[in-house]
């Protein structure tokens, strides 16, 4: 089974703190994403990789910036966090290309005061 | 914005009642995609439909695709407690970085028992 792990299921952080949210996927695949999921608006996606050191925005980037130093891994980064940015955060990967059936992890409850 | 809309955003039907959601896009779609997620986990990848007009089954899942290819159906026959969840649609599309997947926002169903 192809497995997506994230790094917290729940944080805390305070308006203007640098965050961090890792992403792990053992299935060497070669796309991941990270979305954002709020009540209404369904899954918005913030940015995407589709291979190591190649990213590409996604609808809703502002805010945000994503690493890929390693092809299972997939950071992404709040500057300086605000209180909008209080979401549940949904990393995912797929084998060949963006269009392809998308695993998902556990997600991460961001909460920023 | 919504590219690909999703209706009805919640709906409560008792148990034993059947149950569709459905999914618009503005544009064609190379292949739609069904995820379920259930209350506190993570979407879960259901099924893919690529040809025009196709249908498949799930035991009492239903999965359809417009002629078009712009449109789909997802319909539950006598829908059980285990079916409670978010149903979301996912439409795949060529973008300028190769195939996007853009997710609809989801309808909500909960089963009164």
């Known amino acids: 089974d192809v497995k997506v792990t994230q790094s917290s299921r729940y944080l805390v952080k305070r308006t203007g703190e640098k965050v961090f949210l890792e992403c792990v996927q053992d299935m060497d695949h070669e796309n991941m994403f990270w979305y954002r999921q709020d009540p209404g608006l369904g899954l918005r996606l913030i940015y995407f990789s589709y291979d190591v050191k190649m990213k590409e925005k996604g609808d809703i980037p502002e805010g945000y910036s994503v690493s890929r130093e390693k092809k299972e891994r997939f950071s992404l980064i709040l500057e300086s966090a605000s209180t909008n940015q209080t979401s549940m955060y949904l990393c995912?990967?797929?084998?060949?290309?963006?269009?392809?059936?998308?695993?998902f992890g556990p997600g991460t409850r961001l909460t920023v005061t | 914005g919504q590219q690909v809309m999703q209706i009805p955003q919640y709906q409560h039907v008792q148990e034993g009642e059947d149950f569709t959601t459905y999914c618009n896009s503005s544009?064609?779609?190379?292949?739609i995609q069904w995820y379920k997620q259930r209350p506190g986990g993570h979407p879960v990848f259901l099924i893919q439909?690529?040809?025009?007009?196709e249908v498949k089954k799930q035991k009492r899942l239903t999965f359809q695709f417009g002629e078009a290819k712009k449109n789909s159906s997802l319909h539950i026959t006598a829908t059980q407690t285990t079916d409670v969840g978010t149903y979301f649609c996912a439409g795949c599309r060529l973008s300028e970085y190769g195939n996007k997947l853009v997710f609809g926002a989801g309808t909500i169903l909960r089963v009164k028992s």
């Open positions: 544009t064609t779609l190379s292949n």
């Open positions: 995912a990967s797929s084998l060949w290309t963006a269009g392809d059936e998308q695993y």
């Open positions: 439909l690529v040809k025009s007009g």
